[in-house]
């Protein structure tokens, strides 16, 4: 994988003062419009008074399947990602995420995955890998400085709580929390959306609401809805009723949109 960064990032050491003298001039409103136009219709508008594009590139998704090279682009205030279609022409899949709520962690490298660091949100949380430890550095520098002036702009403070990170697919044969039914095209794997762990169809038979992923009940683990319960904070639903085929056996063998890939990309 090979990170493009097209005008390169702005350096940290000046990016406030090169963000101010940017955000109404008409070579960043031509940069950003070249963005919107390369996701096309689908995608939202990004040109607003005071937004600067601070820097692009290709990193590696840790998606729910596999590692994939995402498009990703830093501005001041927000992270925009989405799947390549064609380099530096076509995106789609457009994510949006308000920079005000991240938080980062780097991760150990392990492996073919290297250089790699966690972005965290309320509603979603994931890991993405730079090609060059280098490239990693200026992305953690630049993010952590876009948040902490829009944090220091606004008065707020950092955001505690975050979803938790999916583990993914191919790190779990057995289930997470049972750790007796073997993963197969009919016993399907699912993730708890509370602790991001990979589990069978029985262990994660309920749904609680958590406001700040859905205002809908999701998926849970029988571990996590017992301690969400106890909490007695929001609301639980009892067992699922596609856990069980027509015949009564204990697998969920039926299409759950929460679980396609596209709900972890």
């Not at 993963?183 to 794997?189: C, E, G, Q, V, W």
């Not at 639903?237 to 299409?255: A, I, T």
Request: proline residues 5%; glycine residues 10%.
């Amino acid at each position: 994988m090979q990170s493009t960064c097209p005008g390169g990032l702005i350096p940290a050491s000046g990016e406030a003062k090169m963000v101010d003298r940017l955000a109404n001039s008409e070579a960043n409103s031509k940069r950003i419009q070249v963005v919107e136009g390369c996701f096309g219709a689908a995608g939202q508008p990004l040109v607003i008074p005071g937004r600067v594009l601070i820097g692009e590139g290709v990193l590696t998704k840790l998606c729910r399947k596999k590692p994939k090279a995402r498009q990703f682009f830093l501005f001041n205030d927000i992270l925009v990602y989405g799947n390549i279609v064609i380099q530096k022409k076509k995106y789609n899949k457009q994510h949006i995420i308000p920079l005000e709520s991240v938080t980062i962690d780097t991760v150990a490298d392990e492996g073919d995955l290297r250089n790699g660091w966690l972005i965290k949100t309320p509603t979603k949380s994931f890991a993405v890998y730079a090609a060059t430890a280098t490239e990693k550095s200026e992305w953690m520098s630049h993010i952590g400085k876009c948040v902490g002036d829009l944090l220091e702009k606004s008065g707020k403070a950092p955001t505690g709580e975050h979803a938790a990170v999916w583990i993914p697919d191919s790190e779990a044969t057995l289930c997470m929390r049972c750790q007796k039914i073997k993963f197969t095209p009919l016993s399907r794997r699912h993730h708890c959306r509370k602790c991001g762990y990979v589990v069978c169809g029985p262990c994660s038979d309920k749904k609680f609401l958590l406001p700040s992923q859905s205002s809908k009940p999701v998926r849970v683990c029988e571990f996590c809805y017992l301690q969400l319960a106890s909490a007695g904070g929001g609301m639980g639903l009892g067992p699922r009723s596609d856990s069980y085929s027509r015949s009564g056996s204990k697998f969920n063998n039926v299409s759950d949109d929460e679980d396609e890939e596209d709900s972890s990309d």
